[in-house]
């Protein structure tokens, strides 16, 4: 029962251009959407996060959508970077229960 | 200001033996909670703990496995009887869980191995 959901298990982007991840997520009462960047043998960090009162919400290079009607966020970063390779993580939550996690994209910048 | 502590990094178990995992969360905060990422997959919820109580505990599988988070100390999850099919990282995270502080702080992890 996945009720946060990742379909792209990778992606590869050259450097400089825009990397866009896709989350979709089928409970209509989360509230709050995350997302983590993760390194191997490291614990994800985050990244960045939005309300659902929000459609839109940027920080530096990174900025999250969220399109509550169709269920779906995503997570722009650009210019990309090398240093962006990672494994992405999308997760919500309704106030007060856990954090739902997606299964993850693991994205690759070419230099 | 020390983040999310968890100990030991690496653990190696034989198969029935125990394997306590340990979490210190973030100072302040009283939410803890516990993912476990099997290879090539995501995290998956095990449990959320606030201090001296169990909130949800529906991702845990229903033997073998236990968690606390007691009123002084670290969280600490528990596998008994250990499987090879428990060979995973486990990840814990704690949060404040207050309106202007949603996120997780995660911990470095703790690779389990059950030879």
Redesign the interface.
Known sequence: DQQVK?NSPSLSVQEGRISILNCDYTNSMFD?F?W?KKYP??????LI?ISSIKDKNEDGRFTVFLNKSAKHLSLHIVPSQPGDSAVY?C?A?A??????????TSLTVIP | NAG?M?NPRHLVRRRGQEARLRCSPVKGHSHV?W?RQLPE?????MV?LQKENI??E??MPKERFSAEFPKEGPSILRIQQVVRGDSAAY?C?SSK?D?SN????????T?LSVL
Do not use: H, M, W
Not at chain 1, 41 to 46: S, V
Not at chain 2, 102 to 109: D, N, V
């Open positions: 990742q709050y995350l983590y043998a490291e614990g994800p960090t985050f996060s993580f997760a939550s106030l007060g229960n856990q954090f739902y996690f997606g299964t993850g | 999310v968890q909670y993912y997959e995501g995290l998956k919820f959320y909130i949800d529906s991702g990840f995270a869980r309106r949603e996120k997780l702080f995660f911990g470095s992890g690779q």
